[in-house]
C-alpha cells in the first residue's frame, strides 16, 4: 500500500483501522509500522473523526413540501407494499410480484422450468459416463458434501 492509497482510505473510513475493510487492514498497519509520514496522517484523521463525534449530528426537519411529496407516494404504493403478509403464501406471492412485475408470470416460469429439467436431465446423462474405478470416487465425494447427522 503507497501512502496515497493510505489517505484515500483516511478520508472514507477515518483513522479507526477497524472500520476499514478487512482486507486493507493488514497493508495499512504495516505502512503505520514503516513510515512517519502515515502515522501523521492517521493522527490527523484521528482529530478530524473526534471533531466530528463531539459536533453531533443537526436536528433537521423536513419541509411541508417534500413530507406532502412523500406522503403522495406513500398513498400511491399497493396494498401487498404497505402491510407485509404474515402467512407464508402471501410471502411467497409478494415475492413472485416483485420477482414478475407485471403479472405475467406463465412465459418466466416455463424457462425456467426448462431450464431446471435440461439441468437435471444432463446431471442424470453424466451419471452414465463414470466407470467403476471412478464409481468409489464420486460416492466418496457425495458423502462428504452431506453433513453428518448427529443423533443425541
Known amino acids: 500500500m503507497n501512502l496515497e492509497r493510505f489517505t484515500e ?4 473510513y477515518g483513522a479507526d483501522l477497524d472500520r476499514w475493510p478487512a482486507n486493507e487492514q493488514a497493508a495499512a498497519t504495516a ?10 496522517a492517521q ?3 484521528a482529530a478530524v473523526d473526534t471533531l466530528l463525534l463531539r ?4 436536528e433537521i426537519e423536513p419541509s411541508d413540501a417534500l413530507r406532502q411529496r412523500v ?8 396494498p401487498a407494499i404497505m402491510a ?12 413472485l410480484a416483485l420477482l414478475f412485475p407485471t403479472g405475467r408470470r406463465m412465459p418466466q416460469f416455463a424457462a425456467f422450468a426448462l431450464a431446471l ?8 446423462a453424466n451419471f452414465g459416463l463414470i466407470d467403476a474405478q471412478d464409481a468409489d470416487l464420486v460416492t466418496v ?3 462428504s458434501a452431506t453433513p453428518l447427522l448427529s443423533e443425541d
Not at 459536533?55 to 443537526?58: S, V
Not at 429439467?117 to 442424470?124: E, P, T
Open 9 to 12: 482510505l483516511l478520508d472514507a
Open 31 to 40: 505502512l503505520l509500522t514503516d513510515r512517519a509520514d502515515a502515522r501523521e
Open 43 to 45: 493522527r490527523r484523521a
Open 55 to 58: 459536533a453531533g449530528l443537526p
Open 71 to 78: 406522503l403522495a407516494q406513500v398513498a400511491q404504493l399497493p
Open 84 to 95: 407485509p403478509a404474515t402467512d407464508w403464501r402471501a410471502q411467497i406471492a409478494e415475492a
Open 117 to 124: 429439467m435440461i439441468g437435471i436431465s444432463a446431471g442424470f
Open 141 to 143: 465425494q457425495i458423502a
